[in-house]
């Protein structure tokens, strides 16, 4: 099953995503009963990721790779990523996580370049009505 879902960025942009059940089915099912829900966002070269999330998961199918525009979970840390380019580590033409991660979507937001002007913020995380 698939859930639109809008980031909610003061002073920016929404972020759209389309979270997807078919590769991470209980942690896309904790995030959607979880919601809403406020972190704050960081960045990682080209991976925006949020603080602890309130949302509890083990790995689930986890990748140590991602394509770009995936959304993810991070078990280790508790924090969903947003990639949309390459990670300071991984070889050059790889999206590299820190350690695996439940790919639970994907950035749906019609213009991606919004995404390079996302710094450390305050994020609000919500189903689209």
Request: aromatic share 8%; charged share 20%; hydrophobic share 35%.
């Amino acid at each position: 099953m698939k859930h639109s879902v809008i980031v909610k960025i003061p002073h920016s942009s929404n972020i759209l995503l389309e979270l997807d059940d078919s590769n991470s089915p209980k942690t896309v099912n904790d995030f959607i009963e979880k919601l809403p829900f406020t972190v704050e966002l960081n960045v990682w070269g080209d991976e925006i990721y949020t603080s602890k999330s309130p949302i509890s998961q083990p790995e689930e199918n986890a990748k140590s790779l991602v394509d770009l525009y995936d959304v993810a979970y991070w078990p280790t840390g508790k924090a969903i990523c947003m990639f949309y380019g390459p990670t300071p580590i991984g070889n050059q033409e790889e999206i590299t996580p820190a350690s695996p991660v439940n790919i639970i979507g994907k950035i749906m937001s019609p213009d991606k370049t919004i995404l390079n002007d996302i710094h450390s913020e305050r994020a609000i995380f919500s189903l689209k009505s």
